[in-house]
């Protein structure tokens, strides 16, 4: 089953609120089951309720994390999309632990049955935390 631009863009608004309502079950609603996910960490985790398991903690206790939307792209055809976003959340790195941190990033999202079954995420080497540019890997 493919989707449309419009059911593709309108599954995507919904997600993307689901994020930032920190609602896992909705999160995870538009994963396929069989779903892998690439973290910009180079973490991978197959499969819909490993993903859920993974993130549980994160959802529960998440410092108010928010995703905000920059850009997409959307191939019908192939049934991808990519889109560019801006993450605010308190820093997992280490050294700033807890400090507001701002992330940008881009995700490479494939569909297969309407659900998202590959998830690639890729995220520049230089975070804003606490109004400071970091660089996190020397070049």
């Not at 538009?30 to 985790?45: G, K, L, P, R, T």
């Not at 889109?83 to 280490?94: I, R, V």
């Not at 494939?110 to 659900?115: M, S």
């Amino acid at each position: 089953m493919n989707l449309s631009r419009t059911e593709i863009l309108k599954q995507f608004n919904t997600w993307l609120i689901a994020w930032n309502e920190h609602d896992l079950d909705g999160v995870i609603e538009f994963m396929h089951d069989d779903v892998v996910f690439e973290n910009w960490d180079d973490s991978i985790i197959s499969g819909k309720i490993p993903l859920q398991r993974s993130w549980s903690t994160w959802f529960r206790n998440h410092g108010n994390f928010k995703f905000i939307f920059e850009d997409i792209l959307i191939d019908e055809a192939a049934q991808k999309m990519t889109f560019t976003w801006k993450l605010q959340w308190p820093s997992p790195e280490k050294n700033y632990f807890g400090k507001q941190e701002k992330r940008r990033g881009v995700d490479i999202l494939y569909l297969k049955e309407g659900k998202i079954y590959k998830k690639n995420t890729y995220s520049k080497t230089t975070l804003e935390i606490d109004s400071v540019i970091v660089r996190m890997c020397a070049v």
